[in-house]
């Protein structure tokens, strides 16, 4: 004589079998999203950063001629998790009334910030003694190019410089 709840049973097992089944991909599932998400956008990433923008750095006036002079901003950039990294600086030399030259602050050997010094005419590297000339040509050290230049227009009073991903290493 068979238990007629053995059969009963059998199904309860079978479909817990089933739910944990469904939960272990789906839990799967969400893991893989989670993982991948952040490095599909990392390959696309270059993608998004041909994007050029126009950026303000201030009113012209408060730049004086022959000076330069560091100024700090917010890159515009395509990525919303950047936070505090964003926030960057150039350095600003006005040559005339209308006429500006604007040098990225990284160095182009691996990007540390590079110091502008009046007394010797130079910005230098304090990561590895990179060197550079005030038109931004490299003076010495492992630097493989000049100091990047962004172009530069005046608008309403402003001067803006077109920010855009920057070739270093
Ligand atoms: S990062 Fe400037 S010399 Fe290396």
Known sequence: MSDPAVPQMAERVVSRRRL???????????????VSVPIVAYLLSPLLEMRQ???????????RIGATQEVAYDDPSPLPWAGQTA???????????????VFAVNCTHLGCPVNWLPEADLFMCP???????????VAGGPPPRPLFRYATRIQDGNLEILSRPLPIG
């Open 87 to 101: 926030r960057t600086a150039v350095w600003v030399r006005r040559i005339s009334e209308t006429e500006f030259t």
């Open 20 to 34: 944990l089944t469904w939960l272990n991909l789906a839990f799967g599932a969400l893991a893989a999203a989670v």
């Open 127 to 137: 990561c590895h003694g990179g060197v550079y000339y005030a038109d931004g040509t």
């Open 53 to 63: 923008t126009w950026v303000r750095l201030g009113p012209v006036n408060q730049f």
